[in-house]
């Protein structure tokens, strides 16, 4: 896992039509109107996906169709990279319930359920230190 600093190609897998549905939020109804936040941080394997951890410890998984099938594999490397080169305790995913599979990896990757608020899965996942 590495620091992805190609904004352009983070971009453009973002705004990829397989992915923007999914991350879009009402605020970016339209991709050109799309700016990545400055103080994210953008991770990448492959350089064919988007790991995010956001600046309220919200986390991302941005993967393109071609690779979702080594997803487990990549967010189980994408939450280890978080706990040894953060000091963080503790990451937030939050899914719409129509990304049934996206709740499942989230729960296979070790996150816990703890509610759900205006159609999102509120998940969090607790780091022994």
Same mark, same amino acid.
């Given at each position: 896992?590495?620091?992805?600093?190609?904004? $352009?190609?983070?971009?453009?897998?973002?705004?990829?039509?397989?992915?923007?549905?999914?991350?879009?939020?009402?605020?970016?109804?339209?991709?050109?109107?799309?700016?990545?936040? $400055?103080?994210?941080?953008?991770?990448?394997?492959?350089?064919?996906?988007?790991?995010?951890?956001?600046?309220?410890?919200?986390?991302?998984?941005?993967?393109?169709? $071609?690779?979702?099938?080594?997803?487990?594999?990549?967010?189980?490397?994408?939450?280890?990279?978080?706990?040894?080169?953060?000091?963080?305790?503790?990451?937030?995913?939050?899914?719409?319930?129509?990304?049934?599979?996206?709740?499942?990896?989230?729960?296979?990757?070790?996150?816990?359920?703890?509610?759900?608020?205006?159609?999102?899965?509120?998940?969090?996942?607790?780091?022994?230190?």
């Amino acid at each position: 896992m590495i620091v992805f600093s190609d904004r $352009e190609k983070i971009k453009e897998i973002l705004t990829h039509p397989e992915i923007w549905e999914r991350v879009r939020n009402d605020r970016y109804v339209d991709k050109s109107q799309f700016v990545l936040p $400055e103080n994210w941080l953008y991770l990448t394997e492959t350089g064919n996906e988007v790991f995010i951890l956001s600046d309220t410890y919200h986390i991302h998984a941005n993967i393109m169709p $071609e690779t979702r099938h080594k997803a487990y594999f990549m967010c189980k490397r994408f939450i280890e990279w978080i706990k040894m080169n953060t000091d963080l305790d503790l990451i937030h995913l939050n899914i719409h319930k129509k990304h049934e599979n996206a709740i499942k990896l989230g729960l296979l990757c070790g996150f816990c359920e703890v509610g759900i608020q205006d159609d999102r899965h509120a998940m969090v996942l607790r780091f022994e230190r």
